[in-house]
């Protein structure tokens, strides 16, 4: 059964880093494309950053600079390392899973990210 769990949300001031994990489980991690996506309620889910099987990374416009994705293939997990936070970088974040970097079938439950000014 695949699973993908998300962890390191939490709660820091404008300026602050978090590192957001996503651990696979039922496959192998670098099979896929992975990403990470965000979502306020009320809005368009937003794209933030993708890793794909022959390792190309591709960043929003919004986050280019900041954050910085990575595999971690023995642990089957992805990253997401967040810097230089702003407020308008709150949201629930999520991992999803696709055979390619345009079409995902698995998401997580998401783990939320607040950014206060």
């Known amino acids: 059964q695949v699973r993908l769990a998300e962890s390191g949300g939490g709660s820091v001031q404008s300026g602050g880093s978090l590192r957001l994990s996503c651990q696979a489980s039922?496959?192998?991690?670098?099979?896929?494309?992975m990403a990470w996506f965000r979502q306020v309620p009320g809005e368009e889910r937003e794209f933030v950053s993708s890793?794909?099987?022959?390792?190309?990374?591709n960043y929003g416009d919004s986050v280019k600079g900041r954050f910085t994705v990575s595999l971690n293939n023995a642990e089957n997990t992805l990253y997401l390392q967040m810097n230089s936070l702003k407020p308008e970088d709150t949201a629930m974040y999520y991992c999803?899973?696709?055979?390619?970097?345009?079409?995902?079938?698995?998401r997580g439950q998401g783990t939320q990210v607040s950014v206060s000014s």
């Open positions: 890793f794909d099987t022959d390792g190309t990374t």
């Open positions: 039922g496959y192998t991690a670098s099979q896929y494309c």
């Open positions: 999803q899973l696709g055979f390619t970097c345009d079409y995902y079938f698995e």
